[in-house]
């Protein structure tokens, strides 16, 4: 089963503008969300993460913003680049170190 | 630091063969965990081993199975190949704790025919 659904499946933004991916979650255990990026021929590589007891986190042009009471997280690029087209994946675990991966956004800036 | 290393990054298989994949931590790493990923399905979770325990278990048959060395090395195995099991491979390393980035590897693409 799905524990974290993410939306929207594909993303085109135009340069400068900005790009937003959202994800839910179900299992209130989760308590670490990381962001991951992942380019062609390449494995995903950690953009930004956060944990509930904070609502925003900010690094650069990318925020994630979290809703406990929603159980849902976003990512917030500002500014989109060329250079930030690709998949983007939200991800959510617990105590036991289980890491479940939405199924991803790809996510196109046009110059 | 190297980064994660998986081997080989390329293989052809024939349906009903079996394979084995490859994967060296980060030093000082002690989790590894493994994942398939494929366009429709995204990154689905197989297994997650830690000093040489297998830790956590997704929702794959028991055609896939994997080990951790005492090196922290890890491989995993598929037994009697499908066409289903085409995907990409990735297996990602990890200091072990909750809430301790993981990091992954470039993959292994494997194609079943």
């Known amino acids: 089963q799905q524990q974290v659904k993410q939306s929207p499946q594909s993303l085109i933004v135009q340069k400068g503008g900005i790009s937003i991916i959202n994800c839910a979650y179900e299992?209130?255990?989760?308590?670490?969300f990381p962001w991951y990026q992942q380019f062609p021929g390449k494995g995903p590589a950690l953009l930004i993460a956060i944990r509930p007891d904070v609502s925003e986190k900010k690094e650069g042009r990318f925020t994630i913003s979290f809703n406990k009471s929603a159980k849902q997280f976003s990512l917030h690029i500002m500014d989109s680049q060329p250079g930030d087209s690709a998949t983007y994946f939200c991800a959510a675990s617990g105590w036991n170190n289980d890491m479940r991966f939405g199924a991803g956004t790809r996510l196109t800036v046009k110059p | 630091k190297a980064g994660v290393t998986q081997t080989p990054r390329y293989l052809i298989k024939t349906r009903g063969q079996q394979v084995t994949l490859s994967c060296s931590p980060i030093s000082g790493h002690r989790s590894v965990s493994w994942y398939q990923q494929t366009p429709g399905q995204g990154l689905q979770f197989l297994f997650e081993y830690f000093s040489e325990t297998q830790r956590n278990k997704g929702n794959f048959p028991g055609r896939f199975s994997g080990r951790q060395f005492s090196n922290s090395r890890s491989e995993m195995n598929v037994s009697t190949l499908e066409l289903g099991d085409s995907a990409l491979y990735l297996c990602?390393?990890?200091?072990?704790?909750?809430?301790?980035?993981?990091?992954f590897g470039e993959g292994s693409w494997l194609t079943v025919v």
């Open positions: 299992n209130t255990a989760f308590d670490y």
């Open positions: 990602a390393s990890s200091e072990g704790r909750a809430g301790n980035t993981i990091y």
